[in-house]
Structures are given as C-alpha cells and as structure tokens.
C-alpha cells in the first residue's frame, strides 16, 4: 500500500481506490460485485490478472468488465461470442437482452441475469452433457462415483470454454485500463 494510501485510510477518509497490485478481491468489492464474485476471489486471494485468468464463470467476467467501464460494444462481442457455444433456444434470450442494452434500453443487470439463467440451464440440454445430466439425476442408490465426477467435469469443462470466450475478446490489458483509467473507458475510479 502507498504512503498516500496509508495516511488517507489513518485519517478515515476511506479505504481508498484499490492500486493494480491489490488482491483482486478487493478490486471486485470495490466495483460493487455480486457477493459470491468477491467470496470466490477472497478464497483464491490473488492479483486481479490472476483471477480474470482463473475465473470459471463468463457472466461474473461480463459483470466485472461492464463494472470497470469496458466499452459497450467490446462487452456486447463477448457476450455475443461467448452464447454462441450454448443451445440455439438459449441464446436467444440473451441476444435479445444484450441488443438493448447496446441500444440502452435496458440496464447491464438483465443481461447477466438471462445470461446466467442460459449457462445454468445450458447443462440441461448441451449434446455433450447428456450421459452427465443422466448420471447426476440417476438414484442416489444407482449412482456410480465415476459417473458424478464425469458429470462434474464436463460442466467446468463448458464453464470454462464459455469464459474463454468472453477472454478472448476482452483482454485483460482493456481491463486494466478501464479500471484504473488508462484507455478511456467510463470508470467510477476517475
């Protein structure tokens, strides 16, 4: 932490703007992130590069990255990128949704609820899942320990193909820059 940090938290004016060395999690709470965002973080306790590498969920990543001032347009890409991996019924839930907060008509919370609701749902009817989703659902006296841990991996297997989506179009570096206000984005931190 910073001397001007130090003195300006000693002197209760606040904790301050979190610096680029923080724990990530202290990034997140300062954005106002979901609870679950900042809990998950807190127990990993890395830097923020480290946790948008690790992150396992894309509508957290959206959620981070319309939070830090990321433009529209790049966000709404990734959104957009990130859905196509879902079911064709999913997605256009979300399409709709992230097509009017383009056209700001809508507030950044509608798409990340349908696009929540689209991931969650996508383990019940995504083609690669079914053997899983029938072995979890299976009776607790029929299941088989092999069958719920291949069940558990092929859906970290999908979240994690859905948030590499939204990294690939979204660089950490455009991140960074419009948390702490290097590229111009619109961020609280200015």
């Known amino acids: 932490m910073s001397l001007r940090r130090r003195i300006a938290v000693w002197l209760g004016r606040g904790r301050g703007t979190p610096e680029p060395n923080d724990a990530g999690w202290r990034v997140l709470r300062h954005l106002g992130l979901d609870d679950i965002f900042v ?11 480290e946790l948008w590498t690790a992150c396992p969920r894309a509508d ?12 529209r347009r790049t966000i709404h890409e990734a ?14 839930r979300v399409r709709e949704a992230a097509d009017r ?9 509608q798409v990340l609820n349908a696009l929540a609701l689209a991931i969650d749902h ?7 899942l079914d053997q899983a989703r029938a072995a979890r659902h299976a009776p607790v006296g029929r ?18 193909r859905l948030s590499e989506r939204v990294r690939r179009r979204i660089s950490l570096e455009q991140l960074q820059g419009a948390i ?10 200015r």
Request: with cysteine.
């Open 39 to 49: 809990v998950w973080a807190q127990r990993t306790n890395q830097p923020l590069s």
């Open 122 to 128: 996508a383990f019940d009817t995504h083609p690669e």
């Open 143 to 160: 299941r088989y320990p092999d069958e719920r841990i291949a069940a558990d991996l092929a859906e970290r297997h999908m979240l994690l």
């Open 60 to 71: 957290w990543l959206v959620e981070l990255c319309s939070r830090a001032g990321v433009p």
């Open 180 to 189: 702490w206000g290097e590229r111009g984005g619109d961020t609280p931190y």
């Open 79 to 92: 959104v957009i990128d990130c859905i196509a991996l879902l079911p064709e019924h999913r997605q256009q």
């Open 101 to 109: 907060w383009i056209d700001e008509r809508c507030e950044v919370t």
